[in-house]
């Protein structure tokens, strides 16, 4: 999202032709988005934020992770003699070197830039800033941040490393273990949760059609979506409540009525009513949705980048530039 309107979503993945032959089909040496996971079949795939972090390990990776920031920057069309600037989210506990090697990118290709934690972006949009849990479920990370009034430090907030992408690959394996013959890939797993995911009681069977020996055939998955969206529930209670103890016990109260779910994996049906009910010895527990959880963190990022002059950036995340 950009102050001059921009509002886009891009797939962090990256693909680089195979061969000469791909190169071709493409008429460009590296492709970024959907289009590359269409084109998979010619393309090797690079997926630089995968673990919602920056890979470190290869050099490639962090020519993926140049091509995406750039093409993003791309898409709020720039003009000759702007200065860029920009905030990427991280998830809350995300390391300094890992902050660092994003910055030295991020300076390449921005005027100015700041790394800063997503869930407190989600809070500062939202204008929850004290008495608040915010839980943002993404692909690569569930990050919980406990809201003080203050930005949020290391004992306010949790990274878990298990979210979206491993719902997907639980899913995967859960139907090849009760199908063995049908095809079935992680990305293929993630349009059938982002669609029927749910979690707790299911209100319908889920039938999907599923392909093995090439043929599509109607399969019942209603067991295998549950347990592997459930797979995130305890991990994300178990953090709620360790953050619970966080707060005075005078602002507890406040605290857990405030509980806030982001990030893409929020959509999962039936998780604010689970996590509310499994909390409800900590009292009034209110759970709510964002109304728009793929853009919420990206949001709060926009105001406080219009908000805040950029001189006061280095208060809130890490900064590189001028
Ligand atoms: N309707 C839905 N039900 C369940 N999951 C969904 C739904 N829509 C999107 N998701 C999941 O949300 C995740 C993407 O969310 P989001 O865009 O917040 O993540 P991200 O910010 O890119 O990841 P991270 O925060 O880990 O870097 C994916 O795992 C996707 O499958
Ligand atoms: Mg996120």
């Keep these: 999202m950009s102050n001059r309107g ?155 490393m298990k979210a979206g992408n491993h719902i997907d690959s639980f899913l995967a394996n859960a139907i090849t273990e009760s199908y063995p013959d049908v095809q079935i890939t992680p990305q293929l797993a993630q349009k059938i949760k982002d669609q029927y995911g749910f979690v707790g009681q299911p209100q319908q069977d889920i039938v999907v059609n599923l392909r093995s020996g090439g043929k599509p055939r109607p399969h019942e998955i209603t067991k295998e979506v549950q347990m592997a969206c459930e797979t995130i529930v305890s991990d994300i209670i178990e953090n709620v409540e360790q953050l619970i103890t966080t707060f005075d016990p005078e602002d507890q109260e406040e605290a857990v009525s405030n509980i806030i779910l982001a990030g893409g994996g929020s959509r999962l049906a039936g998780l604010d009513g689970l996590l509310a009910n499994s909390l409800q010895e900590y009292g009034q527990v209110n759970v709510v949705r964002v109304s728009d959880p793929i853009f919420s963190g990206c949001a709060g990022a926009l105001k406080m980048a219009t908000e805040l002059p950029v001189d006061y950036w280095n208060q809130v995340g890490d900064v590189i530039g001028s």
């Design 6 to 160: 921009a509002k886009e979503m891009v797939r962090s993945v990256v693909g680089y032709p195979k061969d000469i032959i791909g190169v071709k089909l493409l008429d460009r040496t590296s492709i970024v988005g959907d289009e590359a996971l269409q084109k998979k079949s010619y393309v090797n795939l690079h997926f630089p934020l995968e673990d919602g972090v920056l890979k470190e390990a290869s050099e490639k990776d962090t020519q993926a992770a140049r091509e995406l920031i750039q093409h993003v920057i791309s898409l709020s069309k720039p003009q000759p003699g702007d200065r860029v600037c920009g905030i990427v989210g991280v998830p809350a506990r995300a390391s300094i070197s890992n902050k660092n090697q994003l910055l030295r990118i991020t300076d390449e290709l921005m005027s100015f830039s700041m790394v800063v934690s997503e869930p407190f972006m989600v809070a500062y949009g939202l204008n929850k800033l004290t008495n608040a849990i915010i839980i943002d479920i993404g692909a690569g990370t569930i990050d919980i941040c406990a809201m003080k009034g203050t930005i949020p430090g290391p004992e306010e907030q949790i990274t878990l």
